[in-house]
T-cell receptor, first 108, second 113 residues
Framework: GEDVEQSLFLSVREGDSSVINCTYT??????LYWYKQEPGAGLQLLTY?????DMKQDQRLTVLLNKKDKHLSLRIADTQTGDSAIYFC????????FGQGTELSVKP | DSGVTQTPKHLITATGQRVTLRCSPR?????VYWYQQSLDQGLQFLIQ???????AKGNILERFSAQQFPDLHSELNLSSLELGDSALYFC????????????FGQGTRLTVV
């Protein structure tokens, strides 16, 4: 069945790069997404990648997709304290299947 | 601000009651999705409507129902509420029915006591 897995926690120092990883099972997904959720807030769409792409860069964000291994990653360059949040990986078209979320903690 | 509006932001109600959650999609978006976020289940897809018609159904209980009106706003009705229904309910909208660039509202936090 459809499943998306993420590690639950990541802690980095301000200014370092953060890499959040995700594995998924549905190889038919057309798009893969990264969402950010800050405390008490909704889900903010950060970026998404089309399944026939290997990489997408958007300012400080880089998404890498390894379709063979069904592995998706989100790299945040020069991580700031304002990046502290929960990051969700999702796959699907129409209904989205979300991972459990990775809580990113950025220490000054 | 995503442009998706959900009301109310908070709702406290008793077991056995019925509530209605409302969602106004972004201007121009035809598709509306409902999700439930709870600590034990995470984010679960409930149901999708596209231009007034049900498009996809997920883990939605029979006690729950939804509809999308001609003006494209949507309502999620939850009845015979149980303590376990306490969760954050999100609405999302997108232009197309394939979920591309789905934007989420701030959610309605439902507490059943």
């Amino acid at each position: 069945g459809e499943d998306v897995e993420q590690s639950l926690f990541l802690s980095v120092r301000e200014g370092d790069s953060s890499v959040i990883n995700c594995t998924y099972t549905d190889s038919s997904s057309t798009y893969l997404y990264w969402y950010k959720q800050e405390p008490g807030a909704g889900l903010q769409l950060l970026t998404y990648i089309f399944s026939n792409m290997d990489m997408k860069q958007d300012q400080r964000l880089t998404v890498l997709l390894n379709k063979k291994d069904k592995h998706l990653s989100l790299r945040i360059a020069d991580t700031q304290t304002g990046d502290s949040a929960i990051y969700f990986c999702a796959e699907g078209g129409g209904k989205l299947i979300f991972g459990q979320g990775t809580e990113l903690s950025v220490k000054p | 601000d995503s442009g998706v509006t959900q009301t109310p932001k908070h709702l406290i109600t008793a077991t056995g009651q019925r509530v209605t959650l409302r969602c106004s999609p972004r201007s121009g978006d035809l598709s509306v999705y409902w999700y439930q976020q709870s600590l034990d289940q995470g984010l679960q897809f409930l149901i999708q409507y596209y231009n007034g018609e049900e498009r996809a159904k997920g883990n939605i209980l029979e006690r729950f129902s939804a509809q999308q009106f001609p003006d494209l706003h949507s309502e999620l009705n939850l009845s015979s509420l149980e303590l376990g229904d306490s969760a954050l309910y999100f609405c999302a909208s997108s232009v197309a029915g394939d979920g591309t660039e789905a934007f989420f509202g701030q959610g309605t936090r439902l507490t059943v006591v």
